[in-house]
């Protein structure tokens, strides 16, 4: 058995693509979805998840803002740009890029951000909405992930469900929105005990974890879709500095039904799925308007 891939860059496109039919739909009543991004400090990678952001902002149809802040910036200043950006009503969704510094208060900046305009989904009041299974915002990554198991016609309900991974971005939203789905859902950590007991029923398993190739074709069930959302590099060997995922993907591929690869697997869908996110709140502005 050799598993089918689901290519996350040709469902982005596709899904980009409706995006921006909207977009073009709301501009000819005078909308135009705008996403505000906030980074702090000059981290590379973080850089690069914002300009990426950005690009795919303006490549939809859809405006962007960007505001860039030196590492050491007082957190007030921060504070006071994301109040003005939630009374500004031509912006309808804002995202602060993470990590922030050790200095910031991770969690008071997400809290400072109107519920309406937080297109992360992490937000306290969207994180209780999902939990009540009705979501203002779906978190992205999550998101991205239940589009590409809806492409797959992968069979939910009733299936057995393994998450690798409980953070409040990726492992909790994913297991709340599976079950919402039907599925039967076990989440594993760092402490879980015998992990490969766990992966190997799974009918669906999704790694989050972080970790170069940690879950290997031996501890997958045959015929299963794996979810691989890890995004590393390899630390040595000849393929030092390649990206890859939590799963050993020449391994895992020739065991399971489905799979997603990295890169090109669930990464573009993340930020497809925040223009999503960024859109549906500005339909909302616009419907507010007709009232």
Do not use: W
């Amino acid at each position: 058995m050799t598993a089918r891939i689901i290519d996350g860059n040709a469902l982005s496109a596709e899904i980009r693509s409706q995006l921006a039919e909207r977009a073009a739909a709301l501009k000819t009543q005078g909308i135009t979805p705008c996403l505000a991004v906030i980074l702090v400090g000059e981290d590379p990678a973080s850089a690069v998840y914002v300009r990426n952001k950005v690009a795919a902002c303006e490549k939809a149809g859809m405006r962007s803002l960007r505001d860039v802040y030196a590492i050491d910036v007082d957190p007030a200043l921060v504070f006071a740009r994301i109040a003005e950006l939630n009374a500004d009503p031509s912006v309808h969704g804002i995202l602060v890029q993470l990590p922030l510094p050790k200095h910031f208060d991770s969690e008071a900046v997400l809290e400072s951000i109107s519920p309406e305009k937080d297109v992360d989904g992490f937000h306290a009041e969207n994180v209780g909405a999902l939990m009540q299974g009705n979501p203002r915002f779906i978190p992205c990554t999550p998101y991205g992930v239940m589009k590409m198991l809806e492409s797959a016609k992968v069979p939910l309900k009733g299936a057995e469900v393994v998450i690798v991974g409980r953070s409040n971005i990726v492992g909790k939203p994913m297991a709340m929105l599976l079950l919402a789905k039907s599925c039967t859902v076990t989440i594993c950590h760092s402490q879980s005990k015998d992990l490969a007991f766990h992966t190997r029923r799974a009918d669906i398993l999704v790694a989050a974890v972080g970790r170069a190739k940690m879950i290997s074709g031996d501890m997958i069930k045959p015929g299963a879709t794996v979810i691989d959302v890890g995004i590393n590099r390899m630390a040595d060997g000849p393929n030092a500095g390649k990206l890859c995922g939590d799963v050993d993907f020449e391994s895992a591929r020739e065991v399971a039904g489905f799979i997603t690869p990295v890169p090109g697997g669930v990464g573009p869908m993340t930020i497809t799925m925040l223009l999503a996110n960024t859109l549906e709140a500005a339909e909302r502005t616009q419907a507010r308007g007709k009232k």
